[in-house]
């Protein structure tokens, strides 16, 4: 099992910026493939950023050029920053690992940009 736990989140203006970090534990593994995903209301969870454990980003065209992803495997945390905030990034953000077809999730922590 792994365990994820998410920080950061709160409440930003238009065009500002956040960052998130998932804290990880358990029986972690440096070949998890580690991401971000967001739900907003009324809507599907959606994909939002993932990390190979090459070191790969893959980002949602939505959050390209906005959003960026990183890990420390030192301190088993992965970190999404984000800039440019916009009103519809508002949404529930969970951090996401992968291993073959085990799926291990977050609590999520609230984003809400608002002026």
């Known amino acids: 099992q792994v365990q994820l736990v998410e920080s950061g989140g709160g409440r930003v203006q238009p065009g500002g910026s956040l960052r998130l970090s998932c804290a990880r534990s358990?029986?972690?593994?440096?070949?998890?493939?580690v991401g971000w995903y967001r739900q907003a209301p009324g809507k599907q969870r959606e994909s939002v950023a993932t990390?190979?454990?090459?070191?790969?980003?893959n980002y949602a065209d939505s959050v390209k050029g906005r959003f960026t992803i990183s890990s420390d495997n030192a301190k088993n945390t992965v970190t999404l920053q984000m800039n440019s905030l916009k009103p519809e990034d508002t949404a529930v953000y969970y951090c996401?690992?992968?291993?073959?077809?085990?799926?291990?999730w977050g609590q999520g922590t609230q984003v809400t940009v608002s002026s």
């Open positions: 996401h690992s992968l291993r073959f077809e085990d799926q291990f």
């Open positions: 990390l190979s454990p090459g070191g790969v980003p």
């Open positions: 358990g029986n972690v593994w440096p070949y998890d493939v």
